[in-house]
Each structure stands twice: as C-alpha cells, then as structure tokens.
C-alpha cells in the first residue's frame, strides 16, 4: 500500500527533474550548511598550540636558549611532546565521530523526477520536494504541497507547546519535526538562509561547554594565573639582585622558579581523556554528539526510560484477536486490513497488524479519508467506503481511551495488561474524523493484542543501575498495569505499583513527590514527559532521558542527557547528546564507567599537578623574603616532573576508574592539593637551608640545589603514592618506577652531569631524607583529615 500510495502522489507532483537540479547546483542554491560532526583540524591543533600557558613556557624556553645550556630547556621539549599527543589524540577522536556521524546523519526522502529517494542534506537544492513522515526533521525551510493530517512541532523554534496543523500553502521551519501524519514541501530557503541556520550557526555539534570538569579546570587556571603575576615578579626583582653578579645564573634560576607554577599538562590530559573516551566508546558504536555528555552521564542519579524500544524491541507480534459484542470475525479481520492499509507509515504496532491482516485482505475497500497516530491522542482512524457503497469510519488505539470507565471491557483489557501484553482497540463511530467528539461514541468491535519483545540485554543494565545507586523511572505512553508488567518482568524495584500519568498533579512540586516514590508510569503524553523531567530536575536531581520515537524527543531535549536509538526517529537523533548507533541499551553502563573514569582520574590528574603549582609558588614567596637564590634550575624541575607527575598522569588519566562521580571538582581538588603543595614547599626549603648552613665555598649552591631536589622529590613520589591508591599491581609497580629512575639519575655520572645533581657528603642528604620522612608524616594526617571532613559532609 506505501508503494501505490507513493507512486499515487508522485503523480500529482513529480518534483525537480534532473536537469533542473544541476541548474540550481550551478548557480550555488544548495543546501551547503556544513554538517561537520567535530571540530576541524585546523581547531584542533589551533586549540592546542595556541594556548596561554604555551605562550609563557614557550617565551621562557626562547630565552633559556639564549642563556644555555640546553638541558634547562628540557621543560620546552616536553611541552612539544604534551602538545603532539594532545592533537594526535583529538584528531583519533574525530575520525572516530565523523565516522559514526555519517552513518548516523539523517537522509531525507526528495522526490525528483517522480522517484522518491534518500539523499544527504547537503544535496538538497532551491525548490526540491521533500517528503516527511512521523518522526522526520524538517531540514530546511519550505512550503507545505501535500498534507495527510501532517502535525508539526515546532516547540523546539517556538517554544509554542501543541502541535501544528499544516494544510498546503503554509510555511514549515527547519528544526521542526513531524509529530503524526505525513505529506511533503518545497525547500524555500536553503543553507544558511534556513531558519534553524539563522538561529544558530551549528558548525559543530560536538561543544565542550557545560562541562563541570571543564569549567572548574578554567576556574583553576584563573586561580593560578592571579597567583603568578605579582609572585613571578617578586621571584624576576629577587634573583636579580641576589644574583647581581652572575646574570646568566639569575635568569636560569628565575625561570626555573616561574615554570613549574604553570599546570602546562593539566588541559591537554583533560582533553585526551575525553578524546580516548570517545575512542572507546566508539568502538562500542556509540556517538558522542557533545563530549561533556561523557561526564554528565556518570553524573546522573536518575534514568528515565522509555519502554518502547529500550526496555522492548521494536518490532512486535499479533498474538490475539478478541471479538466482541458478537462481532464478525471475517468483517473485523477486513477492517483491520483496510486500517491498515490506509496508513503508508505505519508505526510499529500498525506494522504487526499489517503481517497479521496483509493489506490485500481489504479489496473493495476505498480510503476516503484518515487521521494519523499521535501520542497525544493515543489513537488513529480512518474512514472507508466499503463494497456495495456503504461507508464506515474507524478508529484503532488505547482502550482506556476510546472506552468510557467503567466499560466492563476494560476489566478484559487490565487482565491482559497485566501479563504485560499490548492491548488495542477496533472500534466503528458515527462521527467523523473530524468531529472533536469522534473517541466518545464508539462501538467496540474488537480488541487485538500485541506480545512485545524484551531486549535480552535490559534487565542486566536496570540490574547495573540500581547497583549504581541511580534511580531507573519508565516512562511510557503505554497503558500503566503493561507497563508495570513489562519491568517487573525485567525485575525493575517498584514495579509492581505503575502509575497512570493522566492522574498526576500538573503542579511541579506535587509531580515530582509522585515521581520520587513512583518507578513505573503509563499513558504519559511528550509534554508530561517534558514535564516529569523538569519536576525531577526541580528537585535537584540530573536527568537522563532515553528514547526513540518523535514523542520522547522533547523530554530527550530537556533532560541533563538525552540518550537515542540509532534507529530512532531523525527528530531524537538530532536533539540527543548520545546516540547508540546499534540501539543496544546495553552499552549504556559503558558510557557510565568511561565518564566516571573521565571524572575520577582527571581528579587526581589535576590533585598532582595543583601541588606542583602550589609548592612552586610558596618556594618563589620563601625565596624572596628570605633573600637567597632560587633552590633550582629547570633541569631539576623537569626531571621532577617528568618522573612524579608528567608519566604517572598519563598513566592515572587513561586508566580503569570505577569510583562515583562526585560534585564541586574545584573545591575538591584544592583540599588535597593546598596542603600536599604546602608541605612539599615547606619541606623542599627546609633541606634548601639546613644545606646553605653546612655548604660552603665553591660548589656550595649546586650540592644545596641537590639536596633540596632529593626532599622534593622524595615528598612528590609520596604524593604520587597517596593519589594512586587503591592500589592495584601496576600502581604500584608505577610508583617504584619512578623512584628507580631517579635512583638512576643520581648513580649514573653522565647523568648527574647532565642534571646537575651530587648528593655531597652523607650528613645532608640523610637529613634531607629525615625532612622529606617528617614531611610524609604530616602530608598523610593532612589527607586523612581531608578525607574525614568530606565523608561528614556528604
């Protein structure tokens, strides 16, 4: 039947012929909005090169290559290899997007020279015929030709809440989409002139905004850069006079004190753990249509789903017809076909109907008009002429729409819903389709039953929520006892006690206290959805929202994170942040345990690096007042950092993390981080002192300096130590590892030449070793006191 009626159509308007498209093409009236699904190249490496902080080290290193030698230029190095791996990642991370978003990116049918076909959107020109159907995104502006009961949203534009009724002649916006019905419409306007265009210049829907990791990374650097003005300054006038007599001496001590203040690692490994996640995730066939939803679903404590398609497949089967009122089988199976028949995109439950009465079982029945499904209404109809000339109209949908309460066929239907069956109702009226009263005067004729089929994969992913501690609500347009049915067989908590949507408060408030105590709700409409997530919200909670039908796409656009279907509707696809291209609900906890990785291991990433910020601006401040020369050259400070923070983050930012996501990253790091740094600064000067009173003479400032890096040292591997618990083997074996290629440096003569490092005597160093021990002690009270202080608190 969508074949004749296609070819039917096609008739009256045959669309653009070929030779017309290539004259538009010619004079540039395409459609050329480009649908990049990431940032270009040229961002990438842009945002990785041109950088604050770059600036500052890359300054500093021009003139540390003045002064020489070469080995305190070691930080500019390192800083080339951060910024290599930042955008090799990135661009890995691309090619995995684009990939996905090509397959995923939505086709429009255009109808040209008589022929419907898919195309891109970028090969829509001026004047093109589109078709639409349920579910459809308008993708460029245009005229309505054709309209069969074409219901458009155009909430996501307007924020006008009811569909609209298009009839031919009236304009359609792009970024609207099709609610019920079908039709099509000539492209108006194309490109950037398109509504949605205007808008919003969408050159890449892959964002890194609304990230709180994000954000509270750019607080942090706002931080430090107040910090290092006025103490780079102190530290530049300081050094210069202490070390008036040796220039070269003064500028290398200056800028060893200036760039370990930079946290020059702490962006790029942000941005890496995000671009491996989507990496991963990728492979897992998930696109990632905005890299903060990687966070923000570890972040959610409640999961709103919907039944249809996630909890169920797609498809169903027929599994029942029950006559009613004496009705006549062979009459009844016919209307079901006719009905069928009458509706050329049919949804997945017309479709099961359609395989059990086959169009062809309704010859002679004539189609004189029809009202397609909406989930606002719960209900469809169509309207005949049979043979013989008498006329009929009919309507199919929830029976606890279409029957008053009370009906004693309803107490049939409860039963059926309670063993978790899809229940539908044949029923003839009088009126017409038209008439606002048409669902009030029906006789029930039938009712046909529908078996659903579970996904094998959901009840292990709710079974992984609720160990989770989020919260699953199932949200469906389905009648309430079916759907309650459906998720206990799943083994969803609270299951047994389903609530009908159509009796919930309309206050905010009231909603979300029924939502709170509630797991299951049936006959929702999409704004209610819209609704119960905002009432959610309301109460402080973050939401996501899954789905894929055009009913959920609201609700997927008001929620924290709106996960679709790959074979949704192109209208949910579009407005998700997450899509699973192969519709698996199972990968959902893989998406959880890659943001809490993200979350957890960018949180000691940033602990070890704000440390190193923190102590390098406490020793620049002892420095001054104390009047004496800075205790390091760079070289030392790169080593340091290259054994205690530079490898290990890598290490600790990309590996497994299962811990839950916890709010206020700023705060949280800055509690660990303060005092860790305090006490590496405190002790590292302490050793730098006791080493200048037993020192003298010739020699004297460079076994000072070692004696100061063997205490540093030794407190950062013991911060290290603390940010890597729990341990597991290769913690473990990270830490030793790191020691021993410091032991290597201080054994090795060429080395020790090249660092500038000689522990002189034995006195020293073992009293350098007695402070860093001293320093443990208090780092590990200072944490421990930390840790108590958070656990109270939440």
Not at 522 to 540: C, E, I, N, W, Y
Request: with cysteine; net charge neutral; hydrophobic share 50%.
């Amino acid at each position: 039947m969508t074949e004749r009626t296609d070819a039917r159509v096609a008739a009256r308007n045959p669309g653009l012929t070929a030779a017309e498209v290539a004259q538009r093409v010619a004079r540039g009236e395409v459609n050329d909005v480009p649908v990049r699904s990431s940032r270009s190249t040229a961002d990438i490496v842009r945002a990785n090169v041109f950088t604050r902080f770059n600036a500052i080290i890359g300054v500093l290193f021009l003139i540390i290559l003045v002064v020489g030698p070469v080995q305190d230029g070691l930080f500019g190095f390192v800083i080339l290899a951060n910024t290599a791996i930042g955008i090799i990642q990135e661009l890995r991370a691309k090619r995995t997007l684009d990939s996905l978003a090509v397959i995923g990116e939505a086709k429009p049918v255009v109808r040209r020279d008589g022929t419907a076909a898919e195309i891109s959107t970028s090969g829509i020109v001026l004047g093109d015929l589109i078709e639409l159907g349920p579910g459809d995104k308008v993708v460029v502006d245009g005229e309505t030709v054709e309209a069969d009961g074409l219901e458009v949203d155009e909430s996501l534009l307007t924020g006008e809440a009811d569909p609209v009724l298009k009839h031919p002649g009236d304009p359609v916006m792009s970024g609207s989409f099709v609610v019920a019905g079908g039709g099509a419409f000539t492209a108006t306007k194309v490109g950037r002139q398109a509504y949605a265009a205007q808008l919003a210049d969408e050159a890449s829907r892959f964002t890194l905004v609304n990230s709180e990791l994000r954000n509270g990374i750019s607080q942090i650097l706002k931080y430090v850069m107040w910090m290092m003005v006025p103490t780079a300054v102190g530290l530049i006038i300081s050094q210069f006079t202490v070390e008036s007599h040796n220039g070269r001496e003064a500028v290398r001590r200056t800028v060893g004190g200036i760039v370990p203040m930079v946290p020059e690692g702490l962006v790029l490994l942000t941005s890496v753990a995000f671009a491996i996640g989507v990496i991963r995730l990728g492979r897992k066939q998930v696109l990632v249509q905005e890299l903060p939803a990687i966070e923000g679903l570890a972040r959610v404590d409640v999961v709103c789903l919907d039944k249809t398609g996630t909890l169920t497949e797609g498809g169903m089967d027929v599994t029942g017809l029950r006559l009613l009122d004496g009705a006549d089988q062979p009459y009844v199976t016919r209307a079901l076909a006719a009905v069928g028949a009458a509706d050329p995109r049919p949804n997945a439950s017309l479709q099961a109907i359609i395989d059990a009465y086959p169009p062809g079982g309704a010859d002679g029945w004539h189609c004189t008009g029809a009202l397609p499904f909406s989930s606002a209404r719960k209900y469809s109809g169509a309207a005949f002429t049979e043979p013989g000339g008498a006329t009929s109209t009919w309507l199919l949908g929830a029976p606890d729409v279409l029957l008053p309460d009370g009906d004693p066929v309803l107490a049939e239907v409860d039963g059926l819903n309670n063993d978790g069956l899809r229940v539908l109702l044949l029923a003839r009226t009088d009126l017409g389709l038209g008439d606002p009263a048409v669902a009030r005067a029906v006789t029930a004729h039938a009712l046909v039953v529908l078996e659903q089929r579970l996904r094998p994969d959901a009840a292990d992913t709710l079974r992984y929520f609720a160990e989770q501690d989020v919260q699953a609500k199932v949200i469906s347009g389905d009648n309430a006892v079916s759907v309650g049915a459906v998720a206990a067989k799943l083994g969803l908590p609270g299951a047994e006690r389903p609530v009908d949507a159509r009796r919930l408060p309309a206050a905010k408030d009231e909603m979300a206290g029924v939502l709170e105590d509630g797991a299951v709700f049936g006959r929702v409409t999409p704004q209610q959805k819209r609704d119960m997530v905002g009432a959610l919200q309301s109460h402080g909670h973050n939401v996501a929202m899954t789905g894929d039908g055009v009913n959920d796409v609201l609700a997927l656009k008001d929620a924290d994170i709106g996960v679709a279907m790959g074979t949704g509707s192109e209208a949910t696809r579009a407005v998700a942040q997450i899509v699973l291209m192969d519709n698996s609900f199972a990968t959902l906890p893989s998406v959880v345990a890659e943001g809490r990785r993200v979350i957890g291991n960018i949180t000691r990433v940033a602990t070890l690096f704000l440390t190193k910020t923190a102590y390098s601006v406490l020793l620049a401040l002892l420095v001054v007042c104390w009047q004496v020369p800075y205790p390091f050259l760079p070289r030392h400070l790169t080593l340091l950092s290259t054994l205690t923070i530079g490898v290990p983050a890598f290490f600790l930012a990309l590996a497994p993390n299962k811990e839950r996501a916890r709010p206020q990253f700023v705060r949280r790091v800055l509690r660990y981080a303060m005092p860790a740094g305090i006490a590496c600064g405190a002790a590292a000067f302490a050793a730098y002192l006791v080493a200048r009173h037993h020192y003298t003479g010739s020699g004297a400032l460079d076994a000072e300096t070692s004696a100061a890096t063997l205490t540093l040292f030794l407190m950062e591997v013991w911060v290290l130590a603390i940010v890597a618990r729990p341990y597991t083997w290769w913690r473990v074996g990270l830490v030793l590892a790191m020691g021993a290629g410091f032991v290597i440096v201080l054994v090795t003569p060429w080395l020790q030449r090249f660092f500038a490092l000689k522990l002189v005597g034995t006195q020293v160093p073992w009293t350098a070793v007695g402070i860093a021990v001293a320093g443990a002690v208090v780092l590990e009270v200072a944490w421990a006191w930390v840790r108590r202080r958070e656990r109270s608190a939440g």
